[in-house]
């Protein structure tokens, strides 16, 4: 078969399989790329897999948690919170990447039920040429279709071995990397998958100070300083751009909160489960209102003057234009 011939039967199977952009549904050229080179197939769920196989997890972590999060992530007071003072900061430093935005691919990774990408979403404003989510959990991508639509390409990828180099002018790693014990080689990995001048955004758990069972509950193998910001870049070869703590006004009350903790020695895993449903659910509206309010108050003052700390902490990073 021909490669215009080749081309031609991708458009027709590929029929729906869009970039973000409002004037509907369309074939994305880098979609096709990746498939007429081997690296992914589309299934009939619409979900993306590379070729070479299943992907890998690189954490435990529990499906149950990920129904949790579906619930969670449009309307808890501190998943609102977090997408506003990131969205910030993306808007603030967009224009690095000197590309117009109408040509910019945009990746959510470890994307979990793709609360961020629908956040995105909403601000009609971006004309991207692309918009995608990755997991190496199917479940979670499965879920994000209800919420992101079938014009956000959802991709099955291993973060060790996702196959891309240079392809993607922003990626965001939003409580990723803290599941994760080789950090760095994920850092690493992303850093080859993005276009030269592309940026990074990570947020993650700040300050072991606010270290609790939780954290090793729901699969965290640490908490971050602004100073390991600063070695991730040097390991990495990237160059870091800010780091900025978050959820400053609202740390006494969180540190007190997680005093309080329920014992999950000897649980099993849906009583864990159970739990961390009841722990993590919404607060009433007044309350969720509330401390919607005070954490709204974060952005942008947080990302102009630095707090001295936080329960999270967000770092961006741009891969440089030509290494050094």
């Not at 808007?91 to 990408?117: K, Y």
């Not at 993607?168 to 080859?192: P, S, T």
């Not at 990495?236 to 009350?253: E, V």
């Not at 003052?301 to 741009?318: D, E, H, K, N």
């Amino acid at each position: 078969m021909r490669a215009s011939d080749a081309m031609i039967a991708e458009n027709r199977c590929l029929q729906g399989v869009s970039g973000w952009c409002n004037v509907g549904f369309m074939t994305n050229a880098h979609v096709q790329k990746d498939i007429l080179n081997g690296l992914f197939k589309r299934e009939n769920d619409g979900i993306f897999i590379r070729t070479s196989g299943i992907p890998r997890a690189l954490d435990e972590y529990n499906d149950a948690l990920f129904d949790i999060l579906m619930d969670l992530q449009s309307h808890h007071f501190w998943h609102r919170g977090r997408h506003r003072f990131v969205h910030y900061a993306f808007r603030r430093f967009l224009p690095l990447i000197e590309r117009t935005e109408s040509d910019l691919r945009v990746i959510d990774l470890g994307a979990g039920c793709g609360g961020w990408v629908q956040y995105l979403k909403r601000d009609q404003r971006y004309q991207f040429s692309e918009c995608a989510m990755g997991d190496s959990y199917r479940r979670p991508l499965e879920l994000a279709r209800e919420c992101v639509g079938d014009d956000v390409n959802r991709y099955h990828v291993d973060l060790m071995d996702m196959g891309w180099r240079d392809r993607w002018d922003v990626v965001f790693l939003m409580d990723v990397i803290e599941h994760i014990d080789a950090d760095i080689d994920i850092v690493r990995r992303v850093r080859d998958v993005l276009r030269p001048g592309g940026l990074l955004f990570i947020t993650v758990p700040a300050l072991s100070f606010f270290w609790t069972i939780n954290d090793e509950v729901t699969g965290h193998h640490r908490r971050y300083a602004r100073v390991d910001c600063v070695s991730i870049a040097k390991k990495t070869g990237m160059d870091l751009i800010q780091s900025r703590y978050f959820m400053f006004l609202l740390s006494p009350l969180y540190y007190i909160s997680r005093l309080w903790q329920p014992d999950y020695s000897g649980m099993s895993e849906q009583e864990i489960a159970e739990t961390l449903a009841k722990v993590h659910r919404i607060p009433s509206p007044i309350i969720n209102r509330v401390m919607g309010w005070i954490f709204n108050l974060e952005t942008p003052l947080g990302s102009r003057i630095p707090f001295p700390w936080g329960t999270s902490l967000l770092a961006v990073y741009q891969r440089p234009h030509e290494s050094h």
